[in-house]
């Protein structure tokens, strides 16, 4: 039987603020269905772009899905946190937010060289927070093989954002 996951998307107007249409995904991951069913497409999605030996996951929503991801892909599973939050030593990127800016870290150890890595999020938005990640792979001198989602606002335009690198969503909505 197929799960409909969006069906699990719930709405909430004006979060974190006005004018601003919040996608929680809370109730997929409440649901042992779509949470199966998300990290499953998710996967399969990403088996598309070969080997992957790490995903790299944004705080805080995509550690949610990225490390059950990882598990499903037979990858590690790596946190790029808020700056000050690693205790190790760090490589940082900055990145705009479809409502203001914000910075990431990876461990500076965290990432291979020549490493095949998926970049993962649960919302792909105007791609900033991805294109820090990929950054931050590359600073690394990993290779980004794909960016997956579960949730892309294409209104937004992000995937255009990421451009040369792949881009998967499992669901896509073209207005606020």
């Given at each position: 039987m197929?799960?409909?996951i969006?069906?699990?998307v719930r709405d909430i107007p004006d979060f974190p603020k006005p004018g601003i249409v919040f996608k929680d995904i809370t109730p997929v991951l409440a649901s042992a269905e779509a949470l199966d069913a998300a990290v499953t497409q998710l996967a399969s999605a990403a088996r598309e772009w070969g080997q992957i030996d790490v995903v790299v996951g944004a705080e805080a929503r995509g550690f949610l899905l990225g490390a059950a991801l990882a598990r499903e892909?037979?990858?590690g599973f790596v946190l790029a946190r808020k700056p000050g939050k690693l205790p190790h030593e760090t490589v940082r990127a900055e990145y705009l937010l479809e409502y203001g800016t914000d910075a990431?870290?990876?461990h500076s150890d965290a990432v291979a060289s020549g490493a095949r890595v998926l970049v993962h999020d649960d919302l792909l938005a105007t791609g900033g927070t991805?294109?820090?990640l990929c950054?931050?792979?590359e600073q690394?001198?990993?290779t980004v093989v794909g960016c997956a989602f579960l949730i892309e606002l294409a209104f937004l335009n992000g995937r255009q954002r990421l451009a040369p690198y792949p881009v998967a969503s499992l669901l896509s909505y073209d207005g606020e």
């Open positions: 197929s799960v409909d969006g069906s699990f892909l037979g990858a990431l870290e990876l991805a294109r820090a950054e931050l792979v690394l001198e990993g």
